[in-house]
C-alpha cells in the first residue's frame, strides 16, 4: 500500500534519512521505533510531502507521489497525526472535526458519529474549545480529525508522546479500534510497549537509517537489537 525506497530527506544542507526504505501493506499497523531525533518524524514528514525527499521514491497504491503537495497528498487517502498535536484552539471540539470533514467517493464511513464511538470522550466535550483541552484530550481530537477526511492509511507521529500512563492506554486501545475498522497504519513510537502491542510488523531507524525490520515476535526476542537502537543512551 506503501513503500518508500531509498529515500534521502535534507533539512537545509542537513542531510536527516540516508536510504530509508519499508513498506506498508494494506491491514497492517507497521512501527517505525527509534530514539529521539533518530528521524522518525522526518520520515512521516517525507510522506506526507512536508519535507520532500531530495533522492529516492514514495509510492502510495503503485502511484508515485514523492514530490506532491500536502494537500494533494491527503485527497489521495492518507491522514496525517503530527506529534505536536496541531488543533484549532479557537474552535470547539466538534467545530475541528466538522471543518475538515471530506468524504472523498461518497462511500466514506467516517463521520462525527463513528469518530465519537471510538472516542466517547470528545463527545462529552463536545462544546469545548480545543485550546482548553487536556493533552490526552488533544492528541484524541487530533486523531478523531485525521479520520474525518476519510482515510484509507494514517500516518501517526508519536501519540502517546508526554501523556499519563491511563491516557497511553486509552490511546492504544483506540488506535486498535481504528485498525479494525479497516485503516492501516503507520505508527512512530519511542513507547516500544505501545508500539509492540500494536504492530504486526516493526522497523528501527537511528541516525536516519534503517537498522532493522522484522516481525514483532523476532524484535521481542532479539533483546540486543532493542538494548543497541532502543534504550536511552548514557
Given amino acids: 500500500m506503501l513503500e518508500l525506497a531509498g529515500v534521502h530527506t535534507y533539512y537545509g544542507v542537513s542531510h536527516i534519512l540516508f536510504g530509508v526504505s519499508l513498506?506498508?501493506?494494506?491491514?497492517?499497523v507497521v512501527c517505525l521505533l527509534g530514539r529521539n531525533g533518530a528521524g522518525k518524524s522526518?520520515?512521516?514528514?517525507?510522506v506526507i510531502g512536508l519535507t520532500p525527499p531530495r533522492r529516492g521514491t514514495i509510492t502510495y497504491r503503485?502511484?508515485?507521489?514523492s514530490g506532491l503537495r500536502p494537500y494533494v497528498i491527503a485527497?489521495?487517502?492518507?491522514?496525517?497525526?503530527?506529534?505536536?498535536?496541531?488543533v484549532y484552539a479557537d474552535l470547539t471540539v466538534g467545530e475541528n472535526l466538522e471543518v475538515?470533514?471530506?468524504?472523498?467517493?461518497?462511500?466514506g464511513s467516517w463521520n462525527k458519529e463513528r469518530v465519537y464511538e471510538v472516542f466517547p470522550k470528545l463527545r462529552e466535550i463536545e462544546s469545548r474549545r480545543a485550546?482548553?483541552?487536556?493533552?490526552?484530550?488533544?492528541?484524541?481530537?487530533?486523531?478523531?480529525?485525521?479520520?474525518?477526511?476519510?482515510?484509507?492509511?494514517?500516518?501517526?507521529?508519536?501519540?502517546?508522546?508526554?501523556?499519563?500512563?491511563?491516557?497511553?492506554?486509552?490511546?492504544?486501545?483506540?488506535?486498535?479500534?481504528?485498525k479494525e475498522m479497516g485503516v492501516t497504519v503507520l505508527l512512530a513510537e519511542q513507547n516500544q510497549q505501545v508500539a509492540l502491542s500494536l504492530a504486526d510488523r516493526a522497523y528501527i531507524i537511528d541516525n536516519g537509517v534503517i537498522r532493522y525490520e522484522g516481525t514483532i515476535d523476532a524484535l521481542r526476542a532479539d533483546e540486543e537489537v532493542r538494548r543497541k537502537y532502543l534504550f536511552a543512551e548514557g
Fill in 131 to 178: 485550546g482548553f483541552l487536556s493533552g490526552g484530550e488533544q492528541q484524541m481530537l487530533t486523531i478523531a480529525r485525521a479520520l474525518m477526511i476519510n482515510p484509507d492509511f494514517l500516518l501517526l507521529d508519536e501519540p502517546t508522546e508526554g501523556l499519563a500512563p491511563l491516557i497511553v492506554k486509552l490511546l492504544e486501545e483506540q488506535i486498535r479500534r481504528v
Fill in 100 to 107: 475538515v470533514e471530506r468524504n472523498r467517493d461518497g462511500t
Fill in 23 to 28: 513498506t506498508v501493506n494494506e491491514g497492517e
Fill in 62 to 65: 503503485g502511484e508515485k507521489i
Fill in 42 to 46: 522526518t520520515t512521516m514528514k517525507s
Fill in 75 to 86: 485527497r489521495k487517502g492518507i491522514g496525517y497525526v503530527p506529534d505536536d498535536r496541531r
